[in-house]
């Protein structure tokens, strides 16, 4: 069986052919523009994959405020136009979207009380989505369009992704690479305390998803490491375990004043995922110490 991997420079794309069987392919940004579907269906024609795991996207959350036709452009109408080729040609798609899809306020409370404003359990699959910015609409447009085209799809919402990839420079970085530079840097930080999330590491999202697509239960997944924190709780865990010295200050969302609105409250339920391959993934505290393994073992390779 043969697998292509759109995004393979990027950080899950990277993870992604350590666990997968059969063929793989890797395509890059080089090698497919999702924007543009004569470039989309001739690189698939000529692979000819069974499976297409896509893991490109426009990323860059607070720019697509300005951005949104790009957003749109990548996020939407790319792999809707994958989702076309896989339909035609009877593969299976597997996409990847993100948490923000819930965004600042639960579907519940735009509707019933619109005081209240958080959700506060684990948001589950059959949850109402409500994006709060741009490039979360153009992610939950991109959703929509993989499961009403291609029946056989897994569309994976997951969250708060770094991966060793980042080590190179590649794409936007990740909240652990950009805190191990503040912390060399500075003596004193402020990091935003009131968004609830699961960061998770891509390797581990990739052996998760090796395993999930070979039980052909399509459909919609949740999928993070496990447990639940803040970024500044997150920030003052890999300072611990990394051995940095750095007084940490906890700040609001309002204070931070991004460009984009995040959800305050996107814990995923990740049930589903959890009985369709009989296991949760490791605890994020375990994560981002394999993580911190992995990347000194990744500079180390690279300076040799
Ligand atoms: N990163 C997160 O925190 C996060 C959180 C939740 C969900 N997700 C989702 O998880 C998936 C994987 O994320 P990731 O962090 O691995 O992404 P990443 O490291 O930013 O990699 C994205 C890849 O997509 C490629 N790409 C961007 N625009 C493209 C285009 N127009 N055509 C073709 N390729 C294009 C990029 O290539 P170039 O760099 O060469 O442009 C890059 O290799 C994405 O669907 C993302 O939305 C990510």
Redesign the pocket.
Known sequence: MTTAVI?A?????TDLPKFLSGEVVSIR?SD????DSDSINSCLDRIRPEVVIN?????LVDKAEDEGHQAMA?NFL?PARVARWCLENDATLVH????YVFGALSFEALTNNPQEPVASSPRREIDLAVPGSIYAQS?LAGENMVRSICRRHFVIR????Y?V?ATRG???GNFVETMLLLGAERDELAVVNDQHCTPTA?RDLAQATAELITTEKYGLYHATNSGATTWHDLAAEIFRQAKIDVKLRPLTTEEFGAKAARPAYSVLNCQKLESAIGRPMPAWQDALRQYLIDRTQNLATDQR
């Open positions: 995004g420079s990027g950080q899950l794309g940004h497919m523009e999702l924007t893991t490109a996207a426009y990323n990548v790319g990847f979207s993100t948490d992610k997951t969250c708060g992704l991966g990839a590649v794409g936007k891509t």
